[in-house]
């Protein structure tokens, strides 16, 4: 007997990444590769994934998901143009669930995508944002250039109407479920800040 799925593992998190020595020049993309060669925990989310993100006339999907986990909820995204634009993430496949995250304060940066990652350059002073996404999860990565970068990032975040209840969880996370109380998704706190050198390497 099948059961139901219940809920996506990981919608999306934060991770702030400052190098040791203010360094404006800094490559994103470069720098995400060092970290995913230095921190085993982070190799299968910022390893390269070319089919990882689609070119649509505003922005980019994530390619379809293969989820191979029945008791999980499939879950793409949908990415703007622009980076103080929002960001629409839909859970499920057959009535999903869409869940909008609007940047607050974020600078108008156009997007690219480089070696399946998604940057965003200059969101903030000092600050690119880096999207990757695997399975059912959604991830951002902030780069914080100097000690001008912010330490604080705001999203004011829209439900649709098939979503009900937002619980704060006493980790800190929000648990997001349906009209009838199944959690059908979860975005977590902050999991870690990490201090690099210009090579990504821990410092």
Request: include cysteine.
């Amino acid at each position: 007997m099948l059961r139901k799925p219940t809920a996506t593992i990981l919608v999306c998190a934060a991770f702030f990444l400052r190098p040791a020595a203010d360094d404006p020049g800094i490559d994103s993309v470069r720098l995400a590769q060092s970290l995913a060669s230095c921190f085993p925990e982070l190799s299968p989310r910022l390893s390269p994934r070319p089919d990882a993100w689609r070119r649509q006339a505003a922005g980019w999907v994530s390619s379809d998901p293969r989820n191979t986990t029945p008791d999980v909820l499939t879950m793409t995204a949908q990415l703007p143009e622009y980076a103080d634009e929002p960001v629409e993430v839909r859970v499920g496949a057959n009535t999903p669930h869409t869940l909008v995250l609007v940047p607050l304060q974020s600078r108008r940066r156009k997007g690219t995508v480089e070696q399946g990652r998604a940057v965003y350059r200059g969101v903030r002073e000092g600050t690119d944002a880096i999207w990757v996404t695997r399975h059912n999860q959604i991830e951002w990565f902030y780069l914080l250039h100097s000690a001008k970068s912010p330490n604080q990032f705001q999203w004011h975040l829209v439900l649709s109407e098939g979503l009900g209840d937002v619980r704060n969880e006493p980790s800190g996370a929000l648990a997001l479920s349906d009209r009838k109380g199944t959690m059908v998704a979860r975005i977590p706190p902050l999991l870690r800040s990490m201090r690099t050198d210009s090579a990504g390497k821990p410092n």
